[in-house]
Nanobody
Framework: QLQASGGGLVQAGRSLRLSCTAS????????MGWYREAPGKQRELVAT???????NYEISVKGRFTISRDTAMNTVYLQMNDLKAEDTAVYYC???????????????????WGKGTQVTVSS
C-alpha cells in the first residue's frame, strides 16, 4: 500500500516536497515514481527512479523537480521547485515490479498506486 503526502496550495515560484512510502511486507521495488493528472488531461509521467538510482523526467519538469529514493525505507520523494500554474494536478505515487514477503514466501505485483495528493499552484 502506497501512502503519499506533501501536496498543497502554493504560489508560483515556490516549492513543495512530496513523499510516498510503501507499507506492508515489501521485499523489493524496482522502480518508484510520480505521475500527475490535471483536469481534463490524461495521467502523465512526472519522474521515475530505479533501485540503482537511474532517473527519468518529463521534459517540462527537468531542472525544476528532483526525484530521490530511500530504498531501505521504501520511500520516494519529489522535490518540486519553481512551481508553475501548469504543474497544478493530482500527483500519484507509483511502485512498479514489486516483490512482497520474505525468503521462501514471495509474491509479486506488477504495479501499485497511491491515492493521489493535490498540488495547486496559483499564478
Amino acid at each position: 500500500q502506497l501512502q503519499a503526502s506533501g501536496g498543497g496550495l502554493v504560489q508560483a515560484g515556490r516549492s513543495l516536497r512530496l513523499s510516498c512510502t510503501a507499507s506492508g511486507s515489501v521485499f523489493s521495488i524496482t522502480t518508484m515514481g510520480w505521475y500527475r493528472e490535471a483536469p481534463g488531461k490524461q495521467r502523465e509521467l512526472v519522474a521515475t527512479i530505479t533501485r540503482s538510482g537511474n532517473t527519468n523526467y518529463e521534459i517540462s519538469v527537468k531542472g525544476r523537480f528532483t526525484i530521490s529514493r530511500d530504498t531501505a525505507m521504501n520511500t520516494v520523494y519529489l522535490q518540486m521547485n519553481d512551481l508553475k500554474a501548469e504543474d497544478t494536478a493530482v500527483y500519484y505515487c507509483n511502485a512498479h515490479d514489486i516483490v512482497l514477503g520474505t525468503v521462501g514466501h514471495f509474491s509479486y505485483r506488477l504495479d501499485d498506486w497511491g491515492k493521489g495528493t493535490q498540488v495547486t499552484v496559483s499564478s
